[in-house]
């Protein structure tokens, strides 16, 4: 009698390419919420620059004095400066300030 050796996978084999996708996932993950946590302080930091460009044009159009603070209505709207408030991504909440200091978030680590 003769006997067919089937082709198959070894459970050694199969267990050597679970712990090397194990490795590289272990290497990996750590990377990725680094790279998410940069990007969402990148994007909050573009939507403070926004506003304060927002405020800027707000105060010369509206001859308001450095010291003024502006509403979220004078800025935000479809009739406005931008047309809806940003949300910071890590979920903070974004403060305006007067005219002349910069807009501010309250998220830890995403400075002023």
């Given at each position: 009698?003769?006997?067919?050796?089937?082709?198959?996978?070894?459970l050694?084999?199969?267990?050597?390419?679970?712990?090397?996708?194990g490795?590289?996932?272990?290497?990996?993950?750590?990377?990725?919420?680094?790279?998410?946590?940069?990007?969402?302080?990148?994007?909050?930091?573009?939507?403070?620059?926004?506003i304060?460009?927002a405020?800027?044009?707000?105060?010369?159009?509206q001859n308001?004095?450095p010291?003024?603070?502006?509403?979220?209505?004078?800025?935000?709207?479809?009739?406005?400066?931008?047309?809806?408030?940003?949300?910071?991504?890590a979920?903070?909440?974004?403060?305006?300030?007067?005219?002349?200091?910069?807009?501010?978030?309250?998220?830890p680590?995403h400075?002023?």
């Amino acid at each position: 009698m003769k006997t067919k050796r089937k082709a198959g996978f070894t459970l050694v084999e199969i267990m050597i390419v679970v712990a090397i996708i194990g490795l590289l996932a272990g290497i990996a993950i750590p990377n990725l919420m680094q790279s998410i946590t940069s990007a969402r302080q990148r994007a909050c930091a573009m939507n403070r620059l926004n506003i304060d460009g927002a405020k800027m044009r707000w105060s010369v159009e509206q001859n308001q004095p450095p010291t003024a603070v502006p509403k979220d209505e004078d800025l935000f709207g479809t009739d406005r400066y931008i047309e809806h408030k940003p949300n910071c991504p890590a979920g903070g909440g974004y403060v305006l300030n007067p005219v002349a200091e910069k807009c501010t978030c309250n998220a830890p680590k995403h400075g002023n």
